[in-house]
Structures are given as C-alpha cells and as structure tokens.
C-alpha cells in the first residue's frame, strides 16, 4: 500500500484532502488499482491461454478475456464466455478466489467512506464544500431567532454553516429543530484558521460573527474581534457583520476595517427613544423586522441611471418594479496599498508599501454615507446604491 501511496498522497494533497479522509481514500484507491490490474492480468493469460488451445473455445480476443474477467470477479455468471483448456480453468480458480475477496474489501471501504462522511458531518468535523452561503460564528439566542427568522422568510434555499465548539448532540437538536433549513456544521474554536477554512468561510456571502455565550459577559467582545480579525484575512469585510455587547469595542473593529456592527443595546435604546414620540414605532419596527414579503433592501442602481437624478430613478422603480425608494447610500471603494503607492515610488515609499503588506494591515474602510428622502434633483454618483422597499 505504501508503494501506491505515495502518488496518491500526492494527488489528494492537490484537493485539500488530508487525515483520515486521506487515508481511507488511498485504501480505496489501492484497491481499485489492485482490481483493475487483477482484471488485466486475468484478461491477459486467459487469452492467451485459450487463443493457444486446440478445443474450442469462446475467448477469442483481449476484448473477450476483459468481459469474462469482469463477468467472473462480479460473480455474475453469464456462460456467454468462459475457458475450456486447463491453464484458462486455474486462472479463473484464482481469480474467482482473489477477485471476490478483493471486491468484498472494496465494498466495505465504499460503504465506510458513506458512513464516515455522515458521521463526521453529523459531528461537525467535515470540511464544508460550499459557496454564496451563510457562515455563523458562536452561538446564542439570536442565532435561534434568525434561524426562525429564515425558515418564516423561506428562505430554506441557503446554506447555512453554523460554526461552535458545542458537542455534536447540539448540531442534532438543531438540525431536529430546523429540518426544513440546509445547515451544516463545523464544531471547533471559531479563532482558528483551519477551522474557519473548514467552513468554506472564503467563499461565503455573509459572515455573522455572534457575542457567544460560551463566554461571560465582560469576555465575550474580546472573543469576537479576536474571530473578527481572523476572519477579515479570509473573507470580504463587507460580508463581515459583529455582534458586540459593548459599543465602547465599536472602535476595534473599525480599525480592521469592519463597519457592519450590530449592539443590541445600542439598537435597543433607539427603539425605545422613538417608542416615546410615536406609540406605534414598535409595532411598525417588528412588523417590518418580520415581513417575509415587504423589507428593505439595498440595490446596485442600474449603469443607465448614473449621472442621472433621485427622482427619475424613483419614478423607474415605482412604474416599472413596484418598489418604493427610500434613500441612497454611497459605499465608498476600500483603499489599498495599491492605490497609494505606484510602481515608481521612492526608496522609503517602497519600504512603507514592504513593512506594511508584511503585517497585512489595510487603509480602514470609509463609513457608508445613508441619506434618507434625498432632493429629486440629486446626481447620482458611480458608488451610490439605491435603499429601497420591496
């Protein structure tokens, strides 16, 4: 097996393919290639020996030894083809001997690749092959609320890959609770890159990072800019939304250029500011929290309308969309190194762009610029997008 490995470890290395998933697959593939060469030698001598013999016979070419070789090792028995000289006989003897036992083994290195792909995946310990999905790191109720959230939104459709160091009883009750929702799980410590990895987190359209409530209250925002900041290596920042129990931490993840920042506290005091002028806030809050058919959603504003005014493209989704516009909010690029230094620059620039790519730091993102019911006469700019109800 050691002789096959080697190419085969090669091979599985190019697909990110390691452990013991590496291992059950090279004996896998050792026994293929055991079977395929028994099959060709089989093939091969019984050919031979029957091509050579004065009886009568029904193997008449390489072709003919292939599908009496395969016919015999599956056990299937056709009598279609089949050797007639002693020499032949003693091959199919062996073949039939090695053949059945090599194929017993492939049968149960099939079935145990199945049974451990389901029990890792049920465990959390499966790496996540996956894109455009949902990646929440931590736990706590509000990751139950937006699950609930997402199965009344229908939005079941998405993958949703919930990533926590809780035992994998958890992740059963959970895909018991949400049977309708595509989850999957990746159980480790969320600060960790390969664990991060494992969760497909590079590809994912949105990275919910969560006040876990594994850890205690004055703990738990450390927790999270330390996943944060592991995280804004892996995936887009813009895709990036913190949890944070303490505003005061706000600032950190600005730094690291995440502006996607929920604190409940923060968010609580608003609501009930405006609860004290307009009795019927809170209603209008949760109802437009919960609408699976009306919210607010942010659009890309469509190439023909740059340059042009608020108020013709508020005509255009109102006739030919039905959506109202709200607002526009002006996403300004993110600045990179790229964009500061040229490929002339001096010696000390030169040294700024080298020390600071060493240390993987970036310009900090610009906040997004919201403006609610702007004049109609406003000129829409290439970084504008459109704040709308649909």
Not at 31 to 44: E, G, K, N, P, T
Not at 261 to 290: E, P, S
Not at 332 to 354: A, V
Request: proline share 3%; hydrophobic share 40%.
């Amino acid at each position: 097996m050691k002789l096959f490995g080697h190419p085969f470890r090669k091979l599985l290395d190019r697909f990110n393919i390691r452990g013991e998933d590496q291992k059950l697959l090279i004996r896998f593939l050792w026994v293929c290639s055991f079977i395929a060469i028994l099959l060709l030698i089989s093939a091969l001598l019984a050919w031979g020996f029957e091509h050579q013999g004065e009886q009568k016979n029904s193997i008449k070419s390489f072709w003919d030894g292939i599908w009496w070789a395969i016919v015999t090792i599956a056990t299937v028995g056709y009598g279609d083809k089949y050797p007639v000289t002693y020499q032949g006989r003693f091959v199919g003897i062996i073949l039939i001997i090695v053949g059945y036992s090599s194929l017993s083994f492939f049968t149960g290195l099939v079935a145990s690749l199945f049974v451990e792909d389901r029990l890792k995946g049920a465990k959390g310990l499966k790496q996540i092959r996956t894109h455009s999905h949902i990646v929440i790191c931590g736990w706590n109720n509000t990751a139950d609320y937006f699950l609930k959230a997402m199965v009344e939104k229908k939005a079941t459709e998405i993958d949703i890959c919930v990533v926590t160091n809780n035992p994998p009883e958890f992740f059963e009750r959970l895909e018991s609770r949400y049977p309708t929702l595509s989850l999957k799980f990746v159980r480790g410590e969320t600060i960790q890159e390969e664990t991060l990895k494992h969760a497909s987190i590079e590809t994912a359209a949105r990275v919910i990072i969560l006040a876990d409530e594994q850890f205690d209250r004055s703990a738990t925002d450390d927790h999270s800019i330390i996943v944060a900041n592991a995280v804004h290596y892996l995936a887009k920042k813009d895709r990036i939304t913190v949890q944070l129990v303490n505003p005061e931490n706000r600032s950190m993840l600005q730094r690291l250029g995440i502006q996607n920042i929920i604190v409940w506290d923060d968010i609580g005091g608003y609501v009930l500011a405006n609860t004290v002028a307009d009795n019927n806030y809170l209603a209008v809050f949760c109802q437009l929290a919960q609408d699976s058919e009306n919210h607010l959603q942010t659009q890309e504003i469509p190439a023909e309308f740059i340059g042009k005014s608020f108020g013709e493209l508020s005509d255009y989704y109102y006739k030919e969309c039905g959506y109202l516009l709200l607002g526009v909010i002006t996403k300004e690029p993110e600045l990179d190194l790229s964009s500061i230094f040229t490929e002339d620059s001096s010696g000390i620039d030169q040294f700024i762009q080298y020390a600071l790519s060493k240390s993987r730091k970036q310009i900090p993102e610009e906040k997004n610029n919201v403006r609610w019911k702007p004049n109609r006469d406003i000129t829409l700019q290439i970084n504008d997008y459109a704040i709308l109800m649909v």
